[in-house]
């Protein structure tokens, strides 16, 4: 089976761009969450969503905004982009939510803002 | 969210037991007890959850105390490929994974 995939892998933009990053989860899970990773920390959660309702938000700005499909596919929205949004943006899939369910990671789409 | 104290790193050789601690004094009843270890340059990678029970599967085997405020993530053969940065992450609601720093783990040949 096909784990999760992201896009882009990388991608450059500029102060005060937008930016899109779609995430394929497993088949059969419905539930994703972003997290965002800058090089030497661990990730910090930023939303998750479960069958195309957000049910988490981490503590980041509105600039920072996300959607579930009914395909269970999932997109991250990032406006006004500022250099410290340069990081390694991940996404995971699980089957459900609640903490009897393990969560699987993508590669990652690493965004570089200039 | 549980607070968890891991060793910045640990270091190990090859083909031995690699026992890695955690401490998670603040762990609520409910919360289920997560490991995950990031490679260099890949995204973080599921390796074994518990709630009170020992746990077992193919990757490793994780301890958790009797009174659940600690618990040992076990890799019971380290090879150069299980060098990784491992987190412990106590985790109740929805999958909200609150990641630490983590221990670094490096295996030598």
């Known amino acids: 089976d096909a784990g999760v995939t992201q896009s882009p892998t990388h991608l450059i933009k500029t102060r005060g761009q937008h930016v899109t990053l779609r995430c394929s989860p497993i088949?059969?899970?419905?539930?994703v969450s972003w997290y965002q990773q800058v090089l030497g920390q661990g990730p910090q959660f930023i939303f998750q969503?479960?069958?195309?309702?957000?049910?988490g938000r981490g503590n980041f700005p509105d600039r920072f905004s996300a959607r579930q499909f009914p395909n269970y596919s999932s997109e991250l929205n990032v406006n006004a982009l500022l250099l410290g949004d340069s990081a390694l943006y991940l996404c995971?899939?699980?089957?459900?939510?609640?903490?009897?369910?393990?969560?699987?990671f993508g590669p990652g789409t690493r965004l570089t803002v200039t | 969210d549980a607070k968890t104290t891991q060793p910045n790193s640990m270091e190990s050789n090859e083909e031995e037991p690699v026992h890695l601690p955690c401490n998670h004094s603040?762990?609520?009843?409910?919360?289920?007890i997560h490991w995950y270890r990031q490679l260099p340059s890949q995204g973080p990678e599921y390796v074994i959850h518990?709630?009170?029970s020992n746990v077992n599967n193919r990757m490793a085997s994780l301890a958790i105390a009797e009174d659940r405020k600690s618990s040992t993530l076990i890799l019971h053969r380290a090879t150069l490929r299980d060098a990784a940065v491992y987190y412990c992450?106590?985790?109740?609601?929805?999958?909200?994974?609150?990641f630490g720093a983590g221990t670094i783990l490096r295996v030598k040949s």
């Open positions: 995971a899939s699980s089957r459900g939510i609640g903490g009897t369910y393990e969560q699987y």
């Open positions: 088949s059969g899970h419905k539930s």
């Open positions: 969503y479960y069958e195309k309702e957000e049910r």
């Open positions: 603040t762990i609520s009843g409910t919360d289920y």
């Open positions: 518990g709630l009170t």
């Open positions: 992450i106590p985790s109740e609601y929805g999958n909200k994974l609150v």
